[in-house]
């Protein structure tokens, strides 16, 4: 049974790194969440690691521009792991060709940016659909509008057998009170028809991987069983984690807070059900990062 703590420093001595959400748990998509902020700066002051390892479908480098105009410090994070440079490096390794075929917002064009970690990288070009070799989704084209949506796009893609690279697992975020889909979504719906989908975010190995190699810019590789991942994702956060070996700490107040009934901390009876019917059973639980 997970167990409900008051605040992260009640655990944090036994952790030399933390695998920190950002959406959810730092910040709300709007602005930074003070007392997230904090928890991680006094982490960190106590001699710890945070990485904030996310599902944003973009380099890292656009990442920390986008926290910083947020309000999140870069004092609160060490380095950050996205699951865009995780998708980055095997598009251009030729995991689905060189014409590519790409579905999601204007701002993540950055996906296509050169990549230095690559040696020799395919030449991406991106065209329609129709003389595609490949699919790039990075997320809905208008993240409002549910991915049945793109539905007539996929069955195209479908009957052309192509594969489909997901850079960001996530179904669904909330942008303050507001829902709003994800790249995930589109996923999921090309998998339910037959599609073959290729997935680098949470829960999916290669951003742990990743985030592992970047922790280990900072000195000795840190064993699994001193590092708690974060987050507020069960199918995401809390599954990858536990996939990974890795205790977790699940922020109900997150994507689950109506579920959870929580206000400050979970109702735990909620918590309970919520957790059984998601078989989940992370190590801790709190109802926001702080």
């Not at 790194?17 to 959810?24: K, N, P, V």
């Not at 949506?149 to 069955?155: D, E, N, S």
Request: with cysteine.
């Amino acid at each position: 049974m997970t167990r409900i703590i008051e605040a992260l420093e009640e655990i944090s001595d036994e952790y030399d790194a933390l695998f920190c959400d950002l959406w959810g748990c730092v910040h709300d998509g709007i602005a930074a969440l003070p007392e997230a902020v904090e928890a991680l700066r006094a982490y960190r002051a106590r001699g710890g690691s945070v990485v904030l390892l996310t599902n944003a479908p973009r380099p890292r480098a656009s990442v920390a521009l986008q926290i910083e105009a947020l309000g999140v410090p870069d004092d609160a994070w060490d380095t950050i792991a996205t699951s865009g440079d995780a998708a980055r490096d095997a598009m251009f390794r030729g995991a689905v060709g060189s014409r590519i075929y790409f579905m999601g917002e204007e701002r993540d064009h950055v996906f296509f940016e050169p990549i230095a970690t690559v040696e020799d990288p395919v030449a991406i070009e991106r065209v329609p659909l129709g003389e595609a070799e490949g699919i790039v989704v990075t997320g809905p084209f208008d993240p409002s509008e549910p991915p049945e949506a793109v539905r007539p796009q996929l069955l195209s893609a479908k009957a052309r057998g192509l594969k489909l690279l997901s850079a960001n697992p996530d179904i669904v975020v909330d942008k303050g009170d507001k829902r709003e889909f994800c790249g995930g979504a589109i996923a999921e719906l090309y998998k339910s028809m037959g599609g073959e989908v290729l997935s680098f975010g949470k829960p999916h190995p290669p951003v742990y991987d990743l985030a592992r190699r970047r922790l280990a810019e900072f000195g000795d590789p840190v064993p699994d069983e001193r590092i708690l991942a974060i987050g507020d994702g069960i199918a995401t956060d809390v599954l990858g984690g536990a996939l990974e070996g890795l205790d977790v700490l699940f922020v109900s107040g997150g994507l689950a807070l109506k579920e959870t009934a929580t206000e400050r901390q979970p109702e735990p009876e909620a918590l309970d059900r919520f957790l059984d019917t998601q078989r989940a059973n992370p190590e801790f639980t709190i109802g926001k990062l702080r």
